[in-house]
């Protein structure tokens, strides 16, 4: 019972400290607004300028709800795999779902000299970057996807996922090595990451492929706790170990893949939020984990991408780089505090 009252309480104040952050992400900014005039324009009744209710409803506020659908879709999907690989360093990328988005941009960006004109109308594209990363995952997940069925074995499973990304990534190298420099350097700029470059009609496509990913999570919740005390103990209690193992791919592909075709692959927070989340939740039941890890993966993106922004300066730093510098001293404190990792 005390435990529970406690989870109750860790809850609540998580989701005031969400709905804090994602204020002040809509507040702070290049562009210095009044707090009262974010309100006013959050709520309907329209800013005193049209720049402001520009830049808070067409840039600042879906930029906040990316963070908000990026951390927290990517951090259920890194939990999923560290639980399903029994592995403290797997990620949602690591069956090569990030390697195959490279792969599809690549080929966009980079291979614009081998394929022609072709590529360069499909450039002209609003959309054309979320395609080409989309394809490139879908390509990856389709072959993950048909090893799945016949590999019963997690941890074969999880080496080829790891050779995909090696074998796609060669292709990137080769495709680097052969472009221009402009060219290279808008893939570069792609490979950054970012949360601000995303309509609201992507926002929409991306909360549906979201909302379809979390649901296949909460529905696995069951079937990661009985996979925590190993394998032949899981299929003891009933366990379709390769049913289980198709249902977990496909939900962390999906929420993954979807986040990784419209923001970019953002690292760390996959493989650090799940890290934090059961340090401090101090339990391995899923069913506390996953809203868990969801507000917490939400909350660290939107600090991340306020420090990215620095407030009142004209610099925007990649949101990558962000990610790893605030979190992987706060990982490596916890670790160091605790001297294991909990599964």
Not at 106 to 115: E, H, N, P, R, T
Not at 196 to 217: A, P, T
Not at 294 to 301: E, P, W
């Amino acid at each position: 019972m005390q435990k529970r009252k406690t989870y109750i309480v860790h809850f609540f104040l998580l989701s005031i400290l969400l709905i804090g952050v994602f204020l002040a992400n809509i507040s702070l900014g290049q562009s210095s607004i009044p707090f009262s005039e974010i309100t006013s324009s959050l709520f309907g009744k329209g800013a005193s300028k049209a720049t402001w209710e520009f830049i808070i409803l067409e840039y600042r506020l879906p930029k906040a709800i990316t963070a908000i659908i990026a951390g927290g879709g990517l951090s259920i999907a890194g939990l999923i795999m560290q639980t399903m690989f029994r592995n403290p360093l797997a990620d949602p990328f690591v069956l090569g779902l990030s390697s195959g988005a490279s792969l599809g941009v690549a080929i966009l960006l980079l291979g614009a000299s081998a394929f022609g004109g072709v590529l360069g109308v499909l450039l002209s594209s609003e959309w054309s970057l979320v395609l080409a990363a989309a394809a490139g995952t879908l390509l990856v997940l389709l072959a993950v996807m048909a090893v799945s069925v016949r590999v019963k074995d997690t941890m074969t499973l999880l080496i080829i996922g790891i050779m995909f990304g090696s074998f796609t990534s060669a292709i990137v190298g080769v495709l680097s090595y052969l472009s221009t420099a402009e060219q290279l350097q808008r893939y570069i700029f792609w490979s950054f990451g970012s949360l601000g470059d995303i309509s609201w009609q992507g926002i929409r496509i991306l909360s549906l492929c979201f909302s379809v990913g979390i649901i296949l999570s909460v529905l696995s919740c069951k079937a990661l706790n009985a996979l925590l005390l190993g394998q032949q103990y899981a299929q003891s209690m009933g366990l379709h170990l390769k049913r289980t193992n198709i249902l977990l791919v496909l939900a962390t592909s999906i929420l993954a893949g979807s986040i990784t075709a419209f923001a970019g692959p953002i690292a760390f927070v996959g493989l650090a939020v799940p890290h934090l989340t059961r340090q401090i939740f101090d339990t391995s039941n899923h069913f506390i984990l996953m809203p868990a890890v969801l507000l917490y993966g939400a909350t660290l993106l939107l600090i991340c991408d306020i420090i990215a922004q620095m407030p009142f300066a004209e610099t925007t730093l990649p949101i990558n780089a962000i990610t790893s510098f605030i979190g992987a001293p706060i990982v490596i404190w916890l670790l160091v505090r605790r001297k294991q990792l909990q599964f």
